[in-house]
């Protein structure tokens, strides 16, 4: 028989009983749309967060901190030389950046400083952390803005906010904030709470016994996202250049900035960002910081837990999108083991003018795969279809909130091939019980049947 | 045995089981038909006309014994060898015509051609010459169910043919119909057998029938063969 015939065939059995085929093929189509939108769900998160890491190049990012544990004097290895590892001891200072900067693959060395400030705009009060940034750093991208534009220079009395404190301060237009003064004030806290623990405990607005002092800034900027993978999760709701930052300190916060920066006795800065230019980089800068005696971070490391994570959810999704399809198959079984019983003669008929029993299969089979082939490709649309609702209306309610529009749902090519090609394969293996029990008949049997 | 035979059977035998109880349906039966013969095999129910006829169209395998079908033993073929021999050697049509319901006269004749790997267009064209043949070709695109009995009968009839076997098998071919039409598709098989050289069984249990038309009767009683008549 001709791969032509087999097609044709199936489809004209099929379409003698359009109602059952029909419903089978329901079945299959709502199956594979239901596995279609988990998966593609699974697809659209893991594409979203892997994008934003891509557009923000946080793979080609290494925080460097200095390494409390290996202090000057105390070799963690007893037979290695005390010289040595003084010698190639560094401080985070200004020289560090200006050394780190011209390593191979260093595109930007900034130091990360943080601190709360309680930040007031119009009537409306907010507790926040600002980060101070050079303003160099706007060429590498790491800040992603929604409207106006950086500060120009290390000195100006400008800053950026976030997008997300703005709303809090209930800006529903970003641009209109654009040009506004903005107040920070400026807490002096005991120095013991500027550590990594303690930061995000403040954040939270639990009382802390502070004076202030108020200063007042025009913004510049919206920013969308920023891109700073430092060691804590917390995101930074203001940037302000360190000129700006310094002369904060000259009036209050002295004691904030020798903390950071009191390069004679102490540490240097908390943390320094590096920026590489390429993901490459990141092994020999990552040794070389090592070798100088820092610690350092770098999302790459995370990446292969990130995706372990993502495995989970996809194989989640896939086995809540697999019940639709268990009882789908259910559905061919059944309604080809009553086609074989209402063709029963059909198939003696077969039988006696020729055709093999591999023939009776493939018939069959044929049968099966055509309500695979319309089940997939209508499951297809059908998970699109809904996916494309439910993106609109979370997008819809979340735009209410702020966030930009996002596709949470996905749909790469292998994806909608693979849905077809799956429903196919589901399909097929449905059709193996009732093509055998087909190819059993025994025409003598079935030639006498009425 | 004879040499040139075209069908042969020796000491066929089938023996059905059901559980304990065993029923021999045809016993030690060896028959030889000549190229271009019509042999009419009659005898009454469960005589072992029908088993004989499967057996003879590879539609089921004997328990014991030969047959042989231009010198091949047809009883030793596999399932799929089977299948081809069902599909260019013989045709068969049948009591009960079966043919397929919901296939117009054409596309029933057509079928066979379809296993045979035979393109649409071709199919079509070979189904309508036999058609033609049968003198159905006007009524090609009726279902059997706005078809006489005759009429679907000599469309089985075309059916068993598209392939141009040698042989033709026809299990009890007017059981169904009455005796004008009966005459009138005995008369056709008898045409074909004399104009085409088709060599054909045909059985039956109305004797005159048979005595009219054939040129040989095999008489069967409890799966024996009890007496053949040589005719004419």
């Known amino acids: 028989m001709r791969l032509r015939d087999y097609i044709e065939q199936s489809f004209s059995n099929l379409w003698k009983k359009k109602l059952r085929t029909s419903l089978t093929t329901c079945g299959v189509v709502i199956g594979i749309g239901a596995l279609v939108s988990m998966m593609s769900f699974g697809e659209g998160v893991q594409k979203n967060v892997t994008d934003t890491f891509r557009e923000l190049e946080l793979f080609n990012y290494v925080g460097v901190f200095p390494d409390a544990e290996s202090a000057p004097g105390e070799s963690p290895e007893e037979n290695q030389p005390d010289e040595r590892e003084v010698a190639q001891r560094r401080i985070l200072n200004d020289e560090f950046l200006e050394e780190v900067m011209k390593m191979e693959g260093v ?20 507790f926040g952390l600002i980060q101070v940034l050079p303003a160099q750093v706007r060429q590498f991208g790491l800040v992603k803005l929604r409207a106006g534009d950086f500060y120009t220079s290390d000195e100006e009395n400008s800053l950026i906010i976030s997008d997300s404190m703005l709303r809090r301060m209930d800006v529903k237009e970003p641009e209109t904030a654009i040009g506004e003064e903005i107040e920070l004030h400026t807490l002096t806290v005991d120095s013991a709470l500027f550590n990594p623990a303690s930061l995000a405990s403040v954040l939270q607005g639990e009382k802390l016994p502070f004076a202030q002092e108020s200063y007042t800034f025009t913004i510049v900027g919206v920013a969308e996202r920023t891109g700073f993978g430092g060691p804590m999760p917390i995101r930074s709701d203001v940037m302000i250049p360190p000129g700006a930052a310094e002369n904060m300190k000259k009036l209050l916060l002295t004691s904030l900035w020798d903390f950071f920066e009191s390069s004679e006795q102490n540490e240097g800065y908390s943390a320094v960002g590096l920026r590489l230019s390429a993901p490459r980089y990141i092994e020999p800068v990552k040794a070389k910081m090592e070798e100088w005696g820092f610690k350092t971070f770098a999302l790459v490391d995370q990446l292969t837990e990130i995706k372990r994570a993502f495995l989970f959810m996809d194989m989640f999704l896939f086995a809540v999108g697999m019940i639709g399809i268990v009882v789908a198959t259910l559905g061919i079984i059944n309604t080809m083991v009553m086609s074989i019983l209402e063709r029963y003669k059909e198939i003696g008929i077969m039988k006696a003018i020729g055709a ?32 494309m609702i439910i993106n609109q209306i979370a997008n819809s309610i979340l735009a209410g909130q702020g966030a930009p529009f996002t596709d949470y749902f996905s749909f790469p090519w292998w994806l909608c091939l693979g849905a077809i090609a799956f429903s196919m394969l589901v399909s097929l293996a449905a059709g193996i019980y009732p093509a055998i029990r087909a190819a059993r008949v025994d025409p003598v049997v079935a030639l006498r049947h009425d | 045995m004879d040499s040139t035979a075209l069908i042969e059977t020796e000491n066929l035998t089938k023996i059905y089981s059901t559980g304990k109880v065993e029923v021999v349906a045809l016993k030690d039966v060896s028959l030889s038909v000549s190229e271009g013969k019509f042999l009419g095999v009659t005898g009454p129910s469960g005589s072992g006309k029908s088993t004989l006829m499967n057996l003879l169209g590879g539609l089921d395998t004997p328990s014991s014994g030969k047959i042989k079908v231009e010198a091949r033993p047809i009883s030793e073929l596999n399932k799929e060898e089977l299948a081809l021999y069902r599909r260019f050697q013989v045709g068969m ?71 141009r076997p040698k042989i033709l098998l026809a299990d009890e071919p007017t059981g169904n119909l009455d005796s004008q039409t009966s005459s009138q598709i005995v008369q056709t098989l008898a045409e074909l057998n004399r104009n085409q050289g088709l060599t054909v069984i045909m059985i039956s249990h109305e004797e005159s029938l048979l005595r009219q038309f054939a040129h040989d009767v095999v008489h069967l009683r409890d799966g024996e063969v009890i007496e053949q008549e040589n005719i004419r």
Not at chain 1, 107 to 124: G, N, S, T, V, W
Request: glycine share 8%.
């Open chain 1, 107 to 126: 595109e930007a060395a900034f130091p990360e400083l943080r601190f709360p400030a309680q930040i007031k705009f119009k009537d409306k009060d907010e």
């Open chain 1, 356 to 387: 093999s029993d591999g023939d009776v299969k493939k018939i069959f089979f044929f049968e099966c795969e055509v309500i695979g082939f319309l089940g997939g490709v209508f499951g297809l649309a059908l998970g699109w279809s809904v996916s």
């Open chain 2, 93 to 163: 049509i049948f009591q009960s015509f079966n043919i397929v319901s919901s296939y117009t006269a054409l596309e029933n004749v057509a079928f066979p051609l379809l296993f045979a790997g035979v393109p649409k267009k071709q199919r079509e064209h070979r189904a309508k010459e036999v058609l033609e043949k049968v003198g159905l070709y006007p009524r090609r695109d009726h279902r059997p169910a706005e078809l006489s009995g005759g009429e679907q009968q000599r469309v089985a009839i075309a059916r068993a043919l598209i392939n």
